[in-house]
C-alpha cells in the first residue's frame, strides 16, 4: 500500500543541525512533488517546504528558508530535510505528504493537496 | 506570509451540522479554487477530506462539503457523529510564496 515513512528525529542542541529523512512505498516515487509539514506541540499544522517530482525546484515557508534545504534520492525512494541553525521554534512533529496529483511538472497544480502523510519524526531542539 | 484564519473552536450535537470557516486574502484563497481540509484526531496524522474547494477524496464521508464566497472558504459537517470529534485544519495554495499555507486550526467538540 501507499506510505511514507519518517525517521531522523531526535533531541538537538540550539544551532546544530539535523536531517530528517522519508521513505516511500507504493507508489511511483518520480511521479509526484512532495511535502514537509509540522507540527509544534499543542500547535497547528505549518507547511514547511515543497520539492518538484524530480528534485530541480523546491519551495520554502519564509520561517525556514535559508536554514533549510529539501533533495531526493529516487534510487532509494527518499526524501531528506536538512535542517540546519536549529532553534527551539523548530521543535515539532515533521510529516512529509504526498500530493494527490502525479506528474512530470512542477507548478501549484502538482502539489496543491496532500493526501498521503505519513506518521511523522519528532524534533527537540534543546539544551 | 500569515496563516489563514479559522475559528478557535466550534460544537454541535450529534445530527446537527456546522460549519467551520477559513479566512485569507487575494493571493491565496480568494483567487485559487485551491483550498484543502484535513481532519486530524489526537496523535494522530492529518487525513485529507476536502480538496480543490468542494471535492471529496476516495473514502471521504459524504458527510463533509466544502464551499468558497470570495476570500472566505468553509467545511460543512452534517449529521454531525462523535468519530468527528477532532481537529480540522484549511489549507491553500499561496502566491506570496508559491507554497502552502494552512489555517490556525478549529477544534471541533461533539457535545
Known amino acids: 500500500q501507499v506510505q511514507l515513512v519518517e525517521s531522523g528525529g531526535g533531541v538537538v542542541q540550539p544551532g546544530r543541525s539535523l536531517r530528517l529523512s522519508c521513505v516511500a512505498s507504493?507508489?511511483?516515487?518520480?511521479?509526484?512533488?512532495l511535502h514537509w509539514v509540522r507540527q509544534a506541540p499543542g500547535k497547528g499544522l505549518e507547511w514547511v517546504a515543497v520539492?518538484?517530482?524530480?528534485?530541480?525546484?523546491?519551495y520554502y515557508a519564509n520561517s525556514v528558508k535559508g536554514r533549510f534545504t529539501m533533495s531526493r534520492d529516487s534510487s532509494m525512494n527518499t526524501l531528506y530535510l536538512q535542517m540546519n541553525s536549529l532553534g527551539p521554534d523548530d521543535t515539532a512533529v515533521y510529516y512529509c505528504?504526498?500530493?494527490?496529483?502525479?506528474?512530470?511538472?512542477?507548478?501549484?497544480?502538482?502539489?496543491?493537496?496532500?493526501?498521503?502523510w505519513g506518521k511523522g519524526t519528532t524534533v527537540t531542539v534543546s539544551s | 506570509q500569515s496563516a489563514l484564519t479559522q475559528p478557535a473552536s466550534v460544537s454541535g450535537s450529534p445530527g446537527q451540522s456546522i460549519t467551520i470557516s477559513c479566512t485569507g486574502t487575494?493571493?491565496?484563497?480568494?483567487?485559487?479554487?485551491?483550498v484543502s481540509w484535513y481532519q486530524q484526531h489526537p496523535g494522530k496524522a492529518p487525513k485529507l477530506i476536502i480538496y480543490?474547494?468542494?471535492k471529496r477524496p476516495s473514502g471521504a464521508s459524504t458527510r463533509f462539503s466544502g464551499s468558497k464566497s470570495g476570500n472566505t472558504a468553509s467545511l460543512t459537517i452534517s449529521g454531525l457523529q462523535a468519530e468527528d470529534e477532532a481537529d480540522y485544519y484549511c489549507?491553500?495554495?499561496?502566491?506570496?510564496?508559491?507554497?502552502?499555507?494552512f489555517g490556525g486550526g478549529t477544534e471541533l467538540t461533539v457535545l
Open positions: 505528504a504526498r500530493p494527490g496529483v502525479s506528474g512530470n511538472g512542477w507548478n501549484y497544480y502538482y502539489y496543491h493537496y496532500m493526501d498521503v
Open positions: 507504493g507508489f511511483t516515487f518520480n511521479n509526484y512533488a
Open positions: 520539492i518538484s517530482y524530480d528534485g530541480s525546484n523546491a
Open positions: 487575494f493571493n491565496d484563497v480568494g483567487t485559487f479554487n485551491l
Open positions: 480543490e474547494v468542494t
Open positions: 489549507c491553500s495554495f499561496s502566491y506570496e510564496t508559491s507554497g502552502m499555507v
